[in-house]
């Protein structure tokens, strides 16, 4: 059995601010997971998030859901 590694990226919309998170995408289908970390401390904690729970807080930013 052959486990898929996470392939991390930082959205290319990120001015560097020091306040991006990461995201694996790519283990939404093999593992039905989502996971997003802290760009800032890539050994720190990782969020499992399910696949509909990270399209609808991807779907609540471009809304403009989270803006001050």
């Known amino acids: 059995m052959t486990t898929e590694s ?3 990226f ?3 919309y990120s001015e560097n601010g ?3 998170i990461e995201v694996a995408a790519n283990l939404a289908a093999s593992q039905g ?3 997003v970390r802290d760009s800032k401390n890539p ?9 509909s729970t990270w399209a609808a807080f991807v779907g609540g930013v471009q809304r403009g ?3 001050p």
């Not at 050994?43 to 696949?51: K, S, Y």
Request: glycine share 8%; hydrophobic share 40%; with cysteine.
């Open 6 to 8: 996470p392939r991390w």
């Open 65 to 67: 859901a989270f803006t």
């Open 43 to 51: 050994q720190g904690p990782t969020l499992a998030l399910a696949p």
């Open 33 to 35: 997971i989502v996971p």
């Open 18 to 20: 020091g306040q991006c």
């Open 10 to 12: 930082t959205s290319s």
